[in-house]
């Protein structure tokens, strides 16, 4: 089977490790072969969360630079930080919502132009989805649904391998009762979002 790797880029508390999971149980669901990692870089204190999935025929879970197939980010200047990882076939999809750090607020940082963000991205990469998943996710019912917004965005953008069927079982499967209406409203908003982009 055919690789293709994933690196999703977070903010600490915005549900990357949830996403990864509901990933992986899709591509379980589906008979993919998958392989996952994690970075928690003082994710408590608002670091940036990194997950690397590998899914189809890998020895390894590692993504080196160049080598993303999709990168997807729930933060702008975080998945611009990595762009590095991704090369001129990459697909992206990010939150257009910012998060500025800690250093902004005090003015110690400059936050990136959105606009100019996206710019870079798509000058660099194959493709764009750049899409407001917080105000999505606030119509869900809850800002902390991102993730699964994000998560309706990269199954519409395709190249995963399995169907948007199986992520929803996934969703059911990994999401506590009280949210998933919520998470599964959030899905499909983030995968009709995407169909636009």
């Not at 055919?2 to 008979?31: F, H, M, W």
């Not at 750090?101 to 989805?129: H, Q, W």
């Not at 809850?142 to 699964?148: A, G, L, R, T």
Request: a neutral charge.
């Amino acid at each position: 089977m055919e690789t293709t790797r994933l690196i999703i880029v977070a903010v600490g508390g915005q549900g990357n490790l949830l996403a990864s999971k509901v990933l992986g149980e899709a591509a379980l669901i589906s008979g993919v072969p998958v392989r996952m990692s994690e970075i928690h870089g003082m994710a408590q204190r608002g670091g940036v969360v990194e997950s690397a999935i590998v899914f189809g025929d890998a020895t390894s879970s590692i993504i080196s630079d160049g080598e993303a197939d999709i990168l997807m980010g729930f933060e702008p200047a975080e998945t611009l930080r990595a762009l590095n990882r991704c090369s001129k076939n990459t697909k992206v999809i990010t939150n257009t919502a910012t998060l500025p750090p800690f250093t902004v607020a005090i003015g110690k940082g400059v936050y990136p132009d959105v606009e100019n963000v996206k710019n870079l991205l798509k000058e660099k990469c194959a493709s764009l989805v750049a899409i407001d998943a917080m105000k999505l996710a606030k119509e869900a019912g809850s800002p902390m649904s991102v993730n699964i917004v994000l998560l309706g965005a990269l199954v519409q953008s395709g190249g995963l391998g399995f169907t948007k069927e199986n992520v929803i079982e996934a969703i059911k499967r990994r999401t506590k009762k009280a949210f998933l209406d919520m998470n599964l409203k959030a899905f499909e908003m983030g995968y009709e979002a995407a169909k636009g982009e």
